[in-house]
């Protein structure tokens, strides 16, 4: 016997937290501490980047809610393409400011926890859309 788990509108509405950007930021913060062994000085610095990205996304986020709410229209080739672009640029950013602040070891071990955590996002979507089929 299988049992599917309930669909909702917005998808993983039920797993997403209202976290503000101030309590992303101090929870990616203490998460990096912990697997980096960051010092105080890069645990501020990390604060203060994680902040920034946090307070960047939800703004993001707002402007995307507030855009399919008004006129449910989808996205042209070019908006795609304009926000994807925009967003490879910011993680570009993103990725120079942690160089700048952590050492090479560290940096290499960040790279290392991103690649796996974006490998274990990759399989927990295609595991969702076997799913769903």
Do not use: C
């Not at 703004?59 to 995307?64: D, V």
């Not at 790279?111 to 799913?131: D, T, V, Y």
Request: no cysteine; hydrophobic share 25%; glycine share 2%.
């Amino acid at each position: 016997m299988v049992f599917a788990q309930p669909r909702h509108k917005d998808g993983n509405k039920e797993k997403r937290n209202n976290y503000t950007p101030e309590q992303i930021a101090t929870l990616q913060t203490k998460r990096l501490t912990l697997a980096l062994d960051l010092s105080d000085k890069q645990a501020e610095q990390f604060m203060s980047l994680h902040l920034e990205h946090a307070k960047l996304r939800e703004k993001q986020h707002t402007l995307r809610k507030s855009r399919e709410e008004e006129d449910r229209t989808k996205l042209t080739e070019e908006e795609r393409y304009a926000m994807q672009n925009a967003r490879l640029d910011q993680r570009i950013a993103f990725q120079k400011e942690v160089k700048k602040i952590l050492s090479e070891e560290q940096f290499e071990n960040w790279k290392k926890i991103r690649r796996h955590h974006g490998s274990k996002r990759h399989k927990m979507l295609r595991e969702g859309e076997r799913h769903s089929r």
